[in-house]
Structure formats: C-alpha cells, structure tokens
C-alpha cells in the first residue's frame, strides 16, 4: 500500500515538474513572440494605454509617429505610400504588418525595463510611452525609388553590401498604411494581400502577382524567374569549382542543343570569355557552363547564396521554403527545383529560366554579396532603439548570413560585371566618375511581356551600393530596369 501511495507521490512530482518546465518555457522562451504577434488580440488594448515610438530614417527623417487628432490618437505616416511595405500598419482589424510589426516589442517597450517603466509612470500618472526607433534606410532614396517605379508592378531593393543595412526596399503598387482598413474592405483585397503574411507558397504569390496585388510586399514576398541576373550564380559556381577560368573560350553559335531541344540566343556571339559572356549576357554560354558544372554544382552554387531546393506537386505548387527564417527582415528565398532536373531544363536553369524563381530582396543579396568579397551579409533594418528622452537601449550589430564565394571568385564575377556596364548590354546603368558593376535581365513570363531586371553595385573599386530592380512586363532589362537603378545608385552616392 505505502509502495503504491509513493509510486502515484513520484507520478505527481513529475507531473508537477513538467508543467513548471513548460510554463517556463512559454514564459521565458515563447512569451516575447507570443506578447508581439501581430494577431494578438491583447496588444490593440496595451496600445490604448501607450504613445507607440516613433519610426525615424537613418538621418533623422520621420516615417512613423503617434498624434493626437481632436482627442483621438492615430498613427500617422508622413511619407504614406512610400513607405507602405517597408513600414507595414498597425489595424485594430487586420493586425500589424512590417516593421511595425517586426519591432512591436519596442514601440511598445515591451521589454522587462519598458514593464517597470510603465509601473513608475502608472504610479506618476505620466503617459507611458514606447522607444522610439531609428531605421537604417535613407527616407530620400525611398522617396526616388518610389517615384522612379512610377506606379509601375515592380520593386527595388538597396543594401549597404558592407553591413546588410537596407537602404531603400520599395513595392508598387502600394497603399495608404494610414486607411489600410479601406484598402483590405473586400474579400479580394484580403486573398491578394494580408495573406502572404501567412505562410503561402511561392505558387500562390505568382498568381497574385497576376493582379494588382497592392498589399503584397513585391521586394520581400514576389518570386520571379531571373532570368539573366542568375548567370551570376552560375558563374560563381563554375569559378569557384574551378571547372572554367574566366579565360576559357566558347564558340557561341547563336544556339545550342541539348538532348533535342534547342535554346536559342540573342544572337552569334562568337568566341568568348567568361567576362564577354556575361557583358553580351551570352545564353549559349551559360547553358553550356551549367552542363559543365552538373546538377549538384549549380545547386551547390545557389544554395551558397542562400537559395533552397523545393519540392513541386503535380500541379506545379511550390510545397516549402517559404520565408527564411532568423533573419529581421522575412523574404522568399530563391528556389530551385529539389527533384532530378532533365539536362534540358538543368541548361535553361543555368540562364535563369524554367522552375527557378527568386525574390527581389534574394536578388539583391546575390550583388551585394559579390561587392563584399564574397561574404554576405544579413538584411537588416534596425540601427537603433531609443528611450523617449534619447537613451539608446539597442545598435544594430552586422551578422554573417553566407560565406557565398571566395574573395577571388567574388574579384572575377566583379570585374564581368563591371565591363557588362562598360561594353555590354548594362552599359545604361554606368555613372561618370564612379565605377558600376552590374548584370542586366530579361526574365520570359508565360503570363505575357518578360520582367526586367538589373542587378549591380557601385562604386565597384569601394562598394557603399548594391541594388536589385524588377520591373513586372517591363520588357528589356538593359532600357528600363538598369536607368532606374542607375538613378538610384547616383542619388545615394552623390545625392543629385
């Protein structure tokens, strides 16, 4: 009896011990995220009883802020469209989004110092206040990226390559994050954007792309084929696998054949180099290079970028990979087909073509991980957090996201770039004075016209830039997305 009486003693302890363990672990472990998530219902009423911080560009710009408008506060955002995707909106309705999103936990000034802060000003009969926080993005280069899409689907991303700072990260169509309520009203609205801030798949994001879509966060959710942008990786993988040197001669002969299909070229380029290869964007050449390279290297070379292999359904729904995850600032990965690829389709890969799709903030990633010696570096948002009377509590600290390629490879892949500005189909994007890197590209899109592309960086001697551009149906990448981002690369770096 008394074996029994402490065998059910011992059954309890651990009973009892498990449940101290695993409300600890919701405490300590889980409590943060669930306390900001943006569809708890908790923080609408938390955010009645405090002035949400302010959201500050890097130099000092408002973005965000809390006013008083005849007895009612609201959220005010200065640069309205502008800045839409980047700063996401706080609805009552439909939740948080973007970087208000991300840091609720400090506008709030959630934390266990913002908790006893707001005992004492509760016990002070003070207004309890959130931190105030300052972005890494430069509001005037958002504003020209804003204005140089011009309404146009599309998005540009910006990156400082040195850091991974997001300089400017901008989708249009967008909306007024200050009536988001009205933007989302019907059903359509919803399907086409709150959604994609659940996890979807890439193939529900294609479809609506089909659509204006002005809630889906083009820079960080849109998936794209890339086109000739992708020989880039590519070409990063022959080099640093060393099966080609940039000097290997190739016979371009305006197409090539593989297992009966034909790829065609823009044209007969001739014999020529890696580097005449990527300045002519020749296709011959990189399709040839990616049957070199096999299967598992152009995998390996993509998945050095940060790209990921996904499973496909009969229909041709994209099953997994859907966002990266620990980074601040959620995006798409690229993707390619995880499955066996048949030779065919391993060529059009290698060009950028057939089941490869990526994101224009993954895009970005790749050029700024080129300018910085082949080391890429986290996307990241935040540069600080402050008290309301200026107490920085938090600075951003520059994280590794992927050792991509060598420094030498990282050389190679730059300098082509930089003579497809100089020579070659990027020319539109060069700079007087400042040495331009770039690759342009003209993605096919069954859905009608191809995307435009262009990715680069600058100045290439001492990179401070790297941008990625789409432009949806644009057509040539070479006349509409590399002037685009030639504006942008001139304004941050000489402001005119």
């Given at each position: 009896m008394n074996d029994n009486i402490r065998k059910l003693g011992y059954f309890f302890i651990i009973i009892f011990s498990v449940l101290v363990l695993y409300l600890g672990y919701l405490n300590a472990v889980l409590g943060p995220e669930l306390a900001t998530n943006p569809y708890n219902r908790r923080l609408a009423a938390a955010e009645e009883a405090v002035?949400?911080?302010?959201?500050?560009?890097?130099?000092?710009?408002?973005?965000?802020?809390?006013?008083?408008?005849?007895?009612?506060?609201?959220?005010?955002?200065?640069r309205g469209q502008e800045t839409a995707h980047l700063l996401g909106f706080v609805s009552p309705r439909y939740g948080?989004?973007?970087?208000?999103?991300?840091?609720?936990?400090?506008?709030?000034?959630?934390?266990?110092?913002?908790?006893?802060?707001?005992?004492?000003?509760?016990?002070?009969?003070?207004?309890?206040?959130?931190?105030?926080?300052?972005?890494?993005?430069?509001?005037?280069?958002?504003?020209?990226?804003?204005?140089?899409?011009?309404?146009?689907?599309?998005?540009?991303?910006?990156?400082?390559?040195?850091?991974?700072?997001?300089?400017s990260m901008v989708s249009s169509p967008s909306f007024d994050p200050a009536s988001v309520d009205a933007v989302v009203r019907t059903e359509d609205a919803v399907q086409n954007g709150l959604k994609t801030e659940l996890k979807v798949t890439g193939y529900d994001i294609l479809k609506m792309q089909t659509g204006a879509a002005p809630l889906l966060n083009r820079a960080t959710r849109g998936v794209y084929p890339p086109g000739s942008v992708f020989k880039i990786v590519t070409g990063a993988g022959a080099l640093e696998a060393e099966q080609k040197s940039s000097a290997v001669l190739y016979d371009c002969k305006g197409n090539i054949t593989v297992e009966g299909f034909v790829l065609k070229d823009f044209g007969v380029h001739g014999r020529v180099s890696f580097n005449d290869a990527v300045a002519v964007s020749c296709n011959t050449y990189f399709a040839w290079l990616g049957l070199e390279l096999g299967e598992d290297g152009l995998k390996r070379a993509a998945r050095s970028f940060g790209f990921e292999l996904v499973e496909y359904d009969e229909s041709g729904r994209r099953e997994a990979g859907y966002p990266v995850a620990g980074t601040e600032v959620p995006f798409n990965p690229g993707t390619l087909p995880a499955g066996k690829m048949p030779l065919p389709e391993l060529a059009s890969a290698a060009m950028g073509q057939g089941r490869v799709l990526v994101s224009p903030l993954q895009m970005a990633l790749v050029a700024a991980g080129v300018a910085n010696g082949g080391t890429v570096m986290k996307p990241v948002m935040l540069d600080r957090v402050a008290t309301s009377n200026g107490l920085v509590i938090k600075r951003m600290s520059p994280e590794v996201f992927r050792a991509a390629v060598s420094p030498q490879t990282a050389?190679?892949?730059?300098?082509?770039?930089?003579?497809?500005?100089?020579?070659?189909?990027?020319?539109?994007?060069?700079?007087?004075?400042?040495?331009?890197?770039?690759?342009?590209?003209?993605?096919?899109?069954?859905?009608g016209q191809t995307h435009a592309w262009f990715i680069g960086f600058a100045p290439a001697d001492d990179p401070r830039i790297a941008v990625a551009v789409v432009v949806e149906n644009g057509g040539s990448g070479a006349s509409v997305a590399a002037p685009l981002a030639r504006e942008i690369m001139r304004e941050y770096l000489t402001g005119a």
């Open positions: 002035f949400r911080g302010t959201i500050f560009d890097r130099h000092g710009m408002v973005l965000a802020e809390d006013r008083v408008v005849d007895g009612t506060k609201i959220r005010v955002y200065p948080r989004a973007g970087a208000e999103s991300a840091f609720d936990r400090y506008l709030l000034a959630m934390d266990e110092a913002g908790r006893i802060q707001a005992f004492v000003d509760r016990a002070l009969g003070r207004q309890r206040r959130g931190y105030n926080i300052t972005l890494t993005v430069d509001g005037r280069l958002q504003g020209r990226a804003f204005n140089l899409l011009a309404g146009r689907r599309g998005a540009v991303v910006a990156l400082d390559p040195r850091t991974g700072a997001v300089l050389r190679a892949l730059a300098g082509a770039m930089e003579e497809a500005v100089r020579r070659g189909t990027a020319s539109q994007a060069s700079l007087p004075g400042i040495r331009v890197a770039g690759k342009t590209g003209s993605a096919q899109n069954p859905g």
